[in-house]
């Protein structure tokens, strides 16, 4: 006979407890960073937090990739992460599509497709980087960064390393760009974009990786933070869209899939998303919208936040540094050249499609 129900269950509680708790403890600590420097310049969201001191502590102590911890380990980096960012849209309102007007709306999509097209061409076919990676580097360069690469890996099947290291060189790019965009823009650049905050909101909001990386780099030029968050959330809501591009794009590059003739699978996780910004929108237009905006900003916003960085945690215990660098250096200059290429777009269709249609 079978064992019975509640004890298989047990079972496989236990068989995650460790791993889960091993994440959970690094999302914590990651939480608590963020937390404290919130207010410097080290506000880097808690994600990244828990992805640097996960993955320098695996790599520390190679026995956290041990099977007691492997089972939670990958609990948390797939299971938990798809519920994650399906949650996220909760926090998200679609009404950010219209905010910006149709010349920003406009300014930020072609961004997204450019870029997103640039990197993949350049990864995949100058670089000749595998296509999970080529993919990759292009979603956390056109989309937003850490989240558009773990909404984005599980749907393609990406290692932990190639998650890890696309993760490496979009976040490193990003922060290079939170502070080259304000040291640009009060020197060289300021005049050129008529030391307009709002052209310069737009540009960050559009150009930058990571949603905190948009913040600190906005929050520099007075006036700037509410358009650049407004394009930072144009970009957030494409993560749905994007990820089931990136799956079709997947399978119709990969020959492994072709030979295999993998069925094409829409991840739910990216629809739940897309979904749930409606229904957010929704809740903004009831009575209860003062409710709900409390209710969101306060609780359940940390709550997604805290779960996106247990997952994150996750993620990071699954990365050695020593596969990384198998993988070589192409990465590196893939990412830098998407990252100096997005930006250099996103001003130049600031410059000369936003500040026209706007003025």
């Known amino acids: 006979m079978g064992q019975p129900a ?10 995650v407890l460790d791993g889960a708790l091993l994440s959970l403890v690094f999302a914590v600590l990651a939480f608590l960073t963020w937390w404290f420097l919130r207010d410097t310049w080290l506000k880097f969201s808690a994600l990244l937090w828990a992805f640097t001191y996960s993955i320098i502590a695996v790599n520390l102590v190679p026995a956290l990739t ?7 380990i990958e609990f948390a980096s797939s299971p938990l992460l798809r519920r994650s960012i399906a949650l996220l849209g909760l926090t998200v309102s679609a009404s950010v599509w219209v905010k910006l007007g149709g010349p920003g709306v406009a300014l930020v999509l072609i961004n997204l497709v450019f870029a997103f097209a640039f990197a993949i061409f350049l990864c995949k076919y100058v670089l000749r980087l595998n296509d999970p990676l080529a993919i990759l580097v292009g979603v956390g360069t056109s989309i937003c960064g850490a989240s558009a690469v773990a909404a984005t890996a599980p749907a393609i099947k990406a290692r932990a390393e190639e998650t890890g290291l696309s993760l490496a060189v979009i976040t490193l790019f990003g922060l290079l760009a939170m502070f080259a965009y304000p040291a640009l823009f009060s020197g060289p650049l300021g005049g050129w974009l008529g030391m307009d905050p709002l052209a310069y909101g ?23 933070l509410p358009i650049a968050v407004s394009a930072k959330f144009v970009r957030i809501l494409s993560i749905g869209p994007m990820v089931l591009v990136s799956t079709l794009l997947y399978r119709r590059l990969s020959s492994r899939t072709r030979s295999t003739q993998v069925k094409v699978a829409v991840p739910w996780f990216a629809v739940a998303f897309v979904t749930f910004t409606l229904a957010h929108y929704g809740l903004e237009s009831l009575p209860i919208r003062e409710w709900w905006s409390s209710f969101n900003a306060g609780y359940l916003q940390p709550l997604v936040t805290f779960l996106l960085a247990w997952s994150f945690a996750g993620v990071g215990l699954k990365v050695r540094a020593s596969a990384i660098a198998a993988i070589g250096p192409k990465a590196f200059a893939g990412g830098m050249v998407a ?12 410059r000369y499609l936003w500040m026209p249609l706007s003025g």
């Open 339 to 350: 990252a100096i290429v997005a930006g250099g777009m996103a001003l130049l269709l600031v």
């Open 6 to 15: 509640s004890a298989a269950v047990k079972d496989g509680f236990r068989e």
């Open 202 to 224: 737009i540009w960050a909001g559009t150009g930058i990786h990571e949603t905190a990386q948009v913040i600190a780099a906005a929050s520099q030029v007075d006036g700037a």
């Open 66 to 72: 041990g099977d007691r911890f492997r089972a939670g």
